[in-house]
């Protein structure tokens, strides 16, 4: 038998009643009566009231102890009164009537409490990173993500899938984020660099034969941190097909996703086959490639409509003849609301930067008018004409903003969101799922002014490859799709490029040379050249998918020993300095900054 339990704190209930028992863990609260004393012991599976009277010569010990000491606790399992049962524990129906205890783990005075949720300093949150993983909510968070990763591992054997893994130390790539460089001690001068993501790899795998590839992959990224994003590492489902098409890449995906948030989530799904919007509609509709589509709101584009000789607004129709745009968001049925609200959300899109929001509500006496601040510039002709364009409706509100299309779409996008909180019409209790598809193969840089990859340098050009027309590169789409959820784009995914010289032409558009190709991605191209087999694959992040299930706003909620908004690691001292030796071992110098 253990000589530190027979049962864990989540186990014990009515049956074994009677039965004399030995617990181990934490304290997690105290509740003294004067003749009796109440301990709730914790451990990873749940918690447990044990109860000592004055009468008990370990009384006094237990009773000057402080919380999160740990206990081996022997006593008998009692029934408790009816009136003192809590249905919210497995537990609840029985205590402990302690016999004996013994101290396991003494403690020191603690920086934060354990037995609450209440919020601490993201500083005494990592640097104490052990006690607040012993917190209930952030240890289910986690406990949920093992479930998770081993529920997605189980799902992907059945697929037909193979885990491999793929090397650690790598060599620097040129494109994406920063690398975190690791210096070589044979070969002095030369740096390994951490994968950004197995990219290459995965595709080597299909060269190398292999049909279906996954691994739960540490990808590391010199990045800032954000919300939903890491700041060095992070996790992701990485997953690679040969011999299929951009179809066959999402029914797998979707299967996999409505199985692990049936599973792990009591939220409906809004859509198990998941809709695909082109990124030119999402940018359109919603101003983002990452649209929330529990948001009913939708953008339309009335730029035509300021050609019109019966509307005055002159401020926005002598920017629209200058190359302005002209986009609207329609609320349902908001001519009740006072006019703070509305003036209240022209001045928060103000302090985003813009100019702000005008705005006028959907009015009808004899004829139709808008009423608000610049109604008066419309005609009823002309409002008639809106409605037909943003399917609004008498007693709607129209909200517009008027300005270059990458300005209009990043105000518009947020006041999308930010509108719908105002008015409560967001499905909270809901998934949403999308796929973002059609990107373009390239794009004007707004800082060179030349013509660059817009997303994935090795996806394959939509159209027929054989002879595939690149006169226009601006018009090529690619086969590269992102998978959003809720407004977090969970991955982004292409067909990948297994054509050499289609490559090569390709990178020519982007202003590389074929020696710049073959230098910067020898292993790839010189693999390519050996018959490649069609393939591609997507690497939705595993910190994001948890982060969904566990309804949290920050992706530290759901990572173990995450690091701070620096790139540092409270708790263990990251990064640090290094020895003397150690710098001339590596054949370094630190050059100190001035």
Not at 135 to 140: E, T
Not at 235 to 251: I, K, P
Not at 323 to 351: H, L
Not at 415 to 442: G, H, N, Q
Request: hydrophobic share 35%.
């Amino acid at each position: 038998m253990n000589k530190y339990r027979t049962h864990t704190c989540g186990e014990l209930n009515i049956s074994n009643k009677g039965q004399k028992i030995i617990l181990s863990g934490w304290i997690n609260k105290k509740r003294d009566h004067g003749n009796l004393l109440f301990i709730d012991l914790r451990d990873n599976y749940g918690l447990t009231q044990c109860v000592v009277d004055n009468e008990n010569k370990v009384f006094k010990e237990i009773e000057n102890l402080p919380l999160e000491t740990v206990l081996k606790i022997t006593g008998i399992v009692i029934e408790r009164n009816k009136d003192t049962i809590n249905e919210n524990l497995p537990t609840g129906e029985i205590e402990i009537s302690i016999i004996d205890f013994e101290i396991l783990g003494q403690t020191k005075e603690l920086p934060m409490p354990v037995f609450s949720d209440q919020e601490y300093s993201e500083e005494i949150r990592l640097k104490y990173r052990f006690l607040d993983l012993r917190r209930k909510k952030i240890h289910q968070n986690i406990i949920l993500r093992s479930k998770v990763i081993s529920f997605i591992r189980s799902e992907m054997n059945k697929l037909g899938f193979l885990e491999f893994q793929t090397p650690i130390l790598t060599s620097s790539s040129p494109e994406g984020a920063r690398d975190f460089l690791v210096p070589s001690r044979l070969n002095p001068g030369k740096f390994y660099a951490l994968p950004q993501a197995p990219q290459q790899f995965k595709q080597l795998i299909m060269v190398s034969g292999f049909d279906k590839y996954f691994q739960i992959a540490p990808c590391f990224r010199d990045e800032d941190a954000r919300a939903d994003r890491s700041p060095g590492e992070f996790y992701q489902l990485d997953l690679e097909m040969s011999f299929v098409e951009q179809q066959d890449v999402f029914e797998v995906v979707e299967k996999l996703m409505v199985k692990v948030f049936k599973n792990f989530s009591d939220k409906k799904l809004l859509f198990e086959t998941f809709p695909k919007i082109s990124y030119s509609d999402a940018m359109l509709k919603f101003g983002s490639d990452k649209p929330d589509l529990r948001n009913p709101l939708i953008i339309s584009d009335i730029t035509k409509l300021f050609e019109r000789n019966d509307i005055s607004f002159e401020i926005f129709k002598n920017l629209v003849k200058k190359g302005s745009i002209v986009r609207s968001i329609v609320t349902k049925n908001t001519k009740d609301k006072p006019r703070s609200f509305f003036d209240g959300i022209d001045k928060w899109a103000k302090e985003q930067g813009s100019s702000g929001l005008a705005y006028f509500t959907l009015e009808k006496n004899d004829k139709i008018i808008g009423k608000g601040p610049v109604g008066k510039f419309f005609s009823e002709e002309s409002l008639v004409e809106l409605m037909k364009i943003t399917k609004a409706e008498i007693g709607d509100t129209v909200f517009l903003s008027c300005g270059k299309q990458n300005d209009v779409e990043k105000i518009l996008s947020i006041a999308r969101t930010r509108i719908a909180e105002e008015l409560k019409i967001i499905k909270e209790s809901c998934f949403a799922f999308c796929w973002i598809v059609d990107y373009p193969m390239f794009e004007i840089d707004e800082q060179t002014k030349k013509i660059s990859f817009s997303h994935n340098p090795f996806s394959m050009p939509q159209g027929d490859i054989k002879n595939l027309d690149l006169s226009d590169p601006l018009s090529l789409k690619a086969y590269q799709y992102d998978i959003v959820c809720n407004g977090i784009e969970l991955s982004s995914g292409a067909i990948r490029n297994h054509v050499p010289e289609l490559m090569y032409k390709l990178f020519d558009i982007a202003g590389y040379s074929k020696k710049d190709v073959e230098e910067k991605f020898s292993g790839m191209i010189n693999a390519l050249s050996y018959g490649a087999p069609p393939h591609g694959g997507i690497a939705p992040g595993i910190d994001r998918i948890v982060m969904l299930l566990a309804d949290e706003k920050n992706i530290r909620e759901v990572t173990m020993f995450p690091m701070n908004q620096n790139a540092q690691d409270l708790m263990m001292n990251a990064p640090s300095t290094i020895s003397d030796d150690q710098l001339k071992e590596l054949n370094l110098t630190v050059k100190k900054k001035t």
